[in-house]
């Protein structure tokens, strides 16, 4: 059955009112893409059964087939491992009377099938989902599949490789490789047959709402689809399959405008439009700001203009800290005037419903047909160190602007854009975009503008939904493919959609975080479970070179954060390498014969800061190490402050990243400080320190891919 012939039989579905392809034409539809199915008949009376018994042999399956039904076990529509004429004539009297009158279950009879051999059951199924359109789903199937909640998703479409990867996440891939002896089964078998699924994802695009196979029975011979369940959408929609490419025109100016405009600027103490205003006038940037007023006061000794029009110059970006209601209005003013870049502060738009979100579709729907670029609404501002554009409302007694540096870094919140600016007071940061509700620009287009800054190393996110997720998939593939800079992002807003409200499994599981978790993938993202953690990671990328490998080593001169390392080391896919014997020779005849020359290696409280030189020059020169990680318990009074210069040193002389931890007061922070001062991340967490390693890791290996 071509594409065609499958879209046309789905439409007339739709168009007849129902909801649920029948399994016999959904078991026709797929097997047209060449997925195996039981060998089976549709049949209305027991006459055809038997025949058709006859001719397959026993034992059969019988099914009674509706577009009304979605659960067959739970009506007991189904009879399983039927082994003779008796036994079949038992289940079609038994199906026949529990679905009587035929009329009440919309029933188009009963599907005979020839039973297939045991094996394991696994779930495809497809799901159109809001943010990436069609995507797949694989699982541990059956019953299972609400036991161990072990999925796995990729946005349509596929390739080998990519369900390659999504066999290797479950948990149950164990029992497909062989378990405990048993065979291993047929796993050619069940790549080439999701791969065929997906091409029927992709050709029936805008026709379902998901596709349940399950189960899927996987054996050392063949993957055949057992039961197939095709749900359909209330009415035909375009499919969304090719993304509109990220725009990033006039970007330049939200980071780079001459003369900037605030409209709301205000003289009282207190009032966002007073510090916005006190950010920009009274600071470090360079460029001209003119306080938009009708009061007509002088704003921090600058003349106020009551309107955009009065300006003198040719404004380059408005900053709105407004109402939004007049925001529609000073949008046909930048018209007229040629201002094509626009910073809304001010909240109040769809995040209230009603009105207001009505008001935030006027504003888009004019940004869009008058070309002006809007960052925003309902966000904090945004920053720029080069040239210290600065259009925050947080005053600078309260919020550390750091100086230069190679991160930049987009967030949905502004809270977390506060947090992340002063976590970077050291390593510097290049761009910082807080960028609330989108109304325009969103984050495909932010990375794909930070692709080409040459001012950004490492794109970090905070994100909580995506504006088009295909967009932000295509921005994130390029900026890694064509510019090599990590994108490095904390997803928040994982729970999953509840089970009971979905009509199938694969709607159940889709709405999850596990739909983004597979898109991740597909983009080379580099994921985090945390906001400590995106920080982390950042700084590692930032500050450091890439490993060439996953082998570490650690030091130091207290066992316990090391020993508490090393039980996230299989779930990162970190190795605590075997040291070479050479590596280990020198530190025996160097060290005191109580120091442990082994990784990891304990040089116990009586380390100096030479110890630790002498330590990591000999990680350094180990062939089989990747990154070195020392970790300091800077408390113990024989570590003194000499640390820092030889840090230093050995920062410069390494072509290995050195990812250094320490937890303390005072006189810790005042010495990880001073480490980070001259290069080296200092991470305050054991989950922090070994989640760099392994985001420097999976880094590694997306650029070598």
């Known amino acids: 059955m071509a594409k065609e012939k499958t879209r046309s039989v789905c439409k007339e579905f739709i168009q007849e009112g129902l909801k649920v392809v029948p399994e016999d034409i959904s078991k026709q539809i797929i097997k047209s893409y060449s997925v195996d199915v039981p060998k089976g008949r549709l049949v209305s009376t027991l006459r055809e059964a038997i025949d058709f018994s006859k001719e397959i042999g026993f034992p059969v399956v019988l099914k009674a087939v509706s577009p009304q039904i979605l659960h067959k076990t739970e009506l007991e529509g189904i009879c399983l491992n039927i082994n003779s004429q008796k036994a079949l004539k ?58 161990l909640d072990d999925v796995t998703f990729r946005v ?51 026709l379902y709402e998901s596709v349940d196979f399950n189960p899927v029975l996987l054996t050392t011979d063949q993957a055949v689809v057992v039961d197939a369940k095709i749900i359909l959408k209330g009415e035909v929609s375009e499919p969304r399959l090719i993304p509109p490419a990220p725009n990033t025109d006039n970007m330049d100016k939200f980071f780079y405008p001459q003369n900037v405009a605030v409209v709301g600027a205000s003289s ?62 000073i949008l046909d003013q930048c018209r007229e005037l040629g201002i094509s870049n626009m910073l809304i502060i001010s909240g109040g738009g769809k995040e209230l419903g009603g009105e207001r979100e009505a008001l935030e579709r006027e504003i888009h729907e004019k940004a869009i047909s008058y070309g ?85 190393k490492v794109i970090a996110c905070y994100l909580e939904g995506l504006g088009d997720g295909r967009k932000f998939m295509k921005a994130a593939q390029q900026t890694v493919k064509e510019h090599k800079k990590p994108i490095v992002v ?30 991740f993938v597909q983009s080379n993202v580099i994921t985090t479970d945390s906001f400590e953690e995106l920080i982390a990671v950042s700084k590692a990328l930032s500050m450091q070179p890439v490993p060439h490998g996953n082998g570490i080593a650690m030091v130091s001169n207290g066992a316990g954060p090391m020993v508490n390392a090393i039980d996230f080391l299989d779930r990162f896919d970190l190795n605590l390498v075997r040291l070479e014997n050479r590596s280990v020779r020198d530190m025996t005849e160097h060290f005191p014969p109580f120091y442990i020359p082994e990784n990891p290696v304990d040089i116990t409280g009586s380390a100096t800061a030479a110890d630790y030189k002498f330590a990591i020059t000999t990680l350094m020169n180990d062939k089989r190490v990747d990154i070195i990680m020392p970790w300091f318990v800077l408390q113990d009074t024989p570590l003194d402050e000499n640390i820092v210069p030889f840090l230093d040193e050995l920062n410069e002389k390494s072509d290995k990243p050195i990812l250094c931890g320490a937890i303390g007061g005072p006189f810790t922070e005042k010495i990880s400080r001073a480490m980070e001062e001259v290069g080296v991340p200092v991470f305050r967490s054991v989950i922090d320190w070994i989640t760099a390693a392994r985001g420097m890791v ?8």
């Open 698 to 705: 999976e880094w590694s290996k997306i650029i070598r891919r």
């Open 156 to 206: 349509l479409p596929v390739s080998r490789g990519d369900i390659a990867e999504m066999i290797n996440e479950l948990k149950g891939k164990n029992l497909i490789e062989g378990y405990r002896g048993a065979p291993p089964l047929n796993k050619e078998a069940l790549i080439d047959t999701v791969l065929r699924i997906g091409s029927f994802g992709v050709d029936a695009a805008g």
């Open 490 to 519: 904390f997803k928040a807003g994982r729970t999953k959609r509840a089970a009971q409200a979905a009509t199938s499994h694969t709607g159940a599981y889709g709405g999850s975080y596990g739909i983004y978790k597979g898109a």
């Open 90 to 147: 038992n289940a079609f009297r038994k199906l026949k009377e529990t679905f009587s009158p035929p009329d009440k279950f919309g029933l188009r009879g009963f599907l005979i099938e020839k039973m297939v051999p045991e094996g394991i059951e696994i779930i495809v199924g497809l799901q159109d989902d809001p943010q990436f359109g069609p995507v797949l789903m694989l699982g541990t199937g059956g019953i299972l599949i609400n036991l």
């Open 372 to 456: 002006i670029r809007i960052i925003g609404p309902n966000c904090i501002g945004s920053f720029n160190s080069e040239n210290y554009y600065d259009a925050f409302f947080q005053l600078h007694e309260r919020m550390i602007r750091p100086g230069p540096g190679n991160i930049s870094f987009i967030t949905q919140s502004g809270t977390y854009g506060c947090s992340f600016l002063e976590a970077c007071e050291i390593v510097g940061i290049s761009k910082m975009i807080s960028y609330g509700n989108r109304v325009d620009v969103d984050e495909a287009d932010m990375i794909a503008y930070l692709a080409d800054d040459p001012a950004t």
């Open 268 to 329: 009282t103490p207190g009032k966002i439009g007073n510090a916005v205003f006190d950010s920009l006038a009274n600071h470090l940037f360079t460029g001209s700001v003119y306080p938009i007023n009708k009061s007509g006061q002088d704003i921090f000794g600058k003349k106020s203009y009551p309107d955009l029009k009065d300006v003198p110059s040719k404004i380059d970006l408005v900053v709105i800290v407004v109402d939004m209601s007049l925001v529609p209005s």
